[in-house]
């Protein structure tokens, strides 16, 4: 099916294991990004990418890796979990830059 | 500084009640002011985008504004199914193609 899919729906981890968040879309987007929304935030940004092997930081990137090596896909990897880390997860994806953005349904990650 | 500021948080109508919700933003030479919905449990959902003063947008009950300072989305006879969280976004200071939110404001219809 076409669109952006996130997988896992909802995830519970420990504190100190690493988790990866997948994000994959069908259109051939150039730009990605991952954000988490938390009460009280708001949306925030913790990295995007502007094209394959593209990649670069927002507002909240301490604790996270990304890579991009295929133009569909763009995985979160939580290096060492933290409860800090706690929080709903959103991809989203757009064809250009200063377009709208396609989102994910999202990832509700629990860390214990 | 906040760059995009959304007021109120939270708002409750009845059906019918017409009102509207404030962005406003600090970024000056803006490129596009972005309104998204979004349901409970669900990714926001794209509604508009405005590029200058004066442009107005509408889709159904929803319509929005946009001035040098802020946009208005106005909502007309709402019926309970409008009831979302409404968020608005604004490429930051600097151009960069990523977008900020705001915090959104809550809209409850009731019957």
């Known amino acids: 099916d076409a669109g952006i899919t996130q997988s896992p729906r909802y995830k519970i981890t420990e504190t100190g294991r690493q988790v990866t968040l997948m994000c994959h879309q069908t259109?051939?987007?150039?730009?990605m990004f991952w954000y988490r929304q938390d009460l009280g935030h708001g949306l925030r940004l913790i990295y995007y990418s502007a094209a394959a092997d593209i990649t670069d930081k927002g507002e909240v990137p301490d604790g996270y890796v990304v890579s991009r090596s295929k133009t569909e896909n763009f995985p979160l990897t939580l290096e060492s979990a933290t409860r800090s880390q706690t929080s709903v997860y959103f991809c989203?994806?757009?064809?250009?830059?200063?377009?709208?953005?396609?989102f994910g349904s999202g990832t509700r990650l629990t860390v214990v | 500084e906040d760059q995009v500021t959304q007021s109120p948080e939270a708002l409750r109508l009845q059906e019918g009640e017409s009102s509207s919700l404030n962005c406003s933003y600090t970024v000056s030479g803006l490129r596009g002011l972005f309104w998204y919905r979004q349901d409970p449990g669900k990714g926001p959902e794209f509604l508009f985008t405005l590029y200058s003063a004066g442009e107005e947008k509408e889709k159904e009950r929803l319509k929005a504004t946009l001035t040098k300072k802020e946009s208005f989305l106005h909502i007309t006879a709402p019926k309970p199914e409008d009831s979302a969280t409404y968020l608005c976004?604004?490429?930051?200071?600097?151009?960069?193609?990523?977008?900020?939110f705001g915090k959104g404001t809550k809209l409850t219809v009731n019957p």
């Open positions: 976004a604004v490429p930051p200071q600097g151009g960069s193609e990523k977008l900020v």
């Open positions: 259109w051939s987007h150039s730009y």
């Open positions: 989203a994806s757009s064809e250009s830059s200063f377009r709208s953005y396609t």
